[in-house]
């Protein structure tokens, strides 16, 4: 299997910055995409950032010009800069991983998560 495991949520001032890493780990023959979701309280989780791996990106509206996604391939691990950050930024970051494994002969592709990271905005 494949876990995802993030950390660098907190609690942070309006116009601070956090950022935020998610490193994959197990039977992974090949990463095609690493992003991170979204999801306030009351709200429908949403796309925050998405990379894949000739290194195009794709970003909420909301989040253009302050975040920015980078990945290190070499470790499986996804960042998120986060600049500038608001309140209506507040809401628990999950992780997600487009991963190829190779299992009995076959390759499979699913979608993996993490847990979740609580980013805060307040002061």
């Known amino acids: 299997q494949v876990q995802l495991v993030e950390s660098g949520g907190g609690l942070v001032q309006p116009g601070g910055s956090l950022r935020l890493s998610c490193a994959a780990s197990?039977?992974?023959?090949?990463?095609?995409?690493m992003g991170w979701y979204r999801q306030a309280p009351g709200k429908q989780r949403e796309l925050v950032a998405n990379?894949?791996?000739?290194?195009?990106?794709d970003y909420a509206e909301s989040v253009k010009g302050r975040f920015t996604i980078s990945r290190d391939h070499a470790k499986n691990t996804v960042y998120l800069q986060m600049n500038s950050l608001k309140s209506e930024d507040t809401a628990v970051y999950f992780c997600?991983?487009?991963?190829?494994?190779?299992?009995?002969?076959?390759?499979?592709?699913?979608?993996?998560w993490g847990q979740g990271t609580q980013v805060t905005v307040s002061s």
């Open positions: 997600t991983a487009d991963v190829t494994r190779y299992v009995m002969g076959k390759f499979q592709e699913d979608d993996y």
């Open positions: 197990g039977d992974i023959f090949v990463i095609y995409s």
């Open positions: 990379m894949i791996n000739n290194g195009t990106t």
